[in-house]
């Protein structure tokens, strides 16, 4: 099987290359997908080998109404994602890692962190120039461990730590239909189920 040739990896001088990433991420279970985007079966270019292309389809949940992906607003600066890799020679892939931090201490988020613990998902995030990709698969998803910390003193940071991992054959996964992200609205969805 043939692959495309490797090409330099060139940097031009003065580029812009902020680090981190934007404050939010959307988790989506895996029950609540029919179909999502895939990495191609052949790759004619660098891109294709961690791209997937297509979009989600959202089974329906009761009376119709579609599942959609779970927003969650994130600390500023809290959200990080990395890549290790992992594996004896011949047989090395890699552990894709994120951490976030949802502040305060309401019931719905002590009940998100009790529901999602368990479950398998998909976590879709963007980085600092809004290139959004996902961690997790369907045949390898990511798990989440939530954690809560009150804090101690009145200035202590108080919220939820989210620590969440996926195993993958790639360091990363862009989405080539990205979701459209309304982080005052707490919204993430397709560009045509907006203009409904």
Known sequence: MSQPTFNPLTWLQGQNNMGGYQNWVGIIPLDFISSMPELPSSQTSDGDFVTASGAFVFKE??????????????TEETVKYSS?????????SFENKMEFFHPGNKKDAHAFATRIKNRPCIIVFADSDGNQQIMGSKSLPAYISPSFDGGQKRAD????????????????????????????????????????
């Open 84 to 92: 290790e890799s992992v594996g004896e020679r011949d047989g090395k």
């Open 61 to 74: 949940e009761s009376q119709g109404v579609p599942y959609k992906p779970i927003f969650m607003y994130n």
């Open 157 to 196: 940071q108080r919220g939820f730590k989210f620590e969440a991992a996926a195993a993958s054959n790639q360091s990363a996964v862009f989405l080539e239909t990205p979701f459209v992200v309304d982080p005052l609205a707490g919204t993430i969805a397709y560009a045509q189920a907006d203009e409904e």
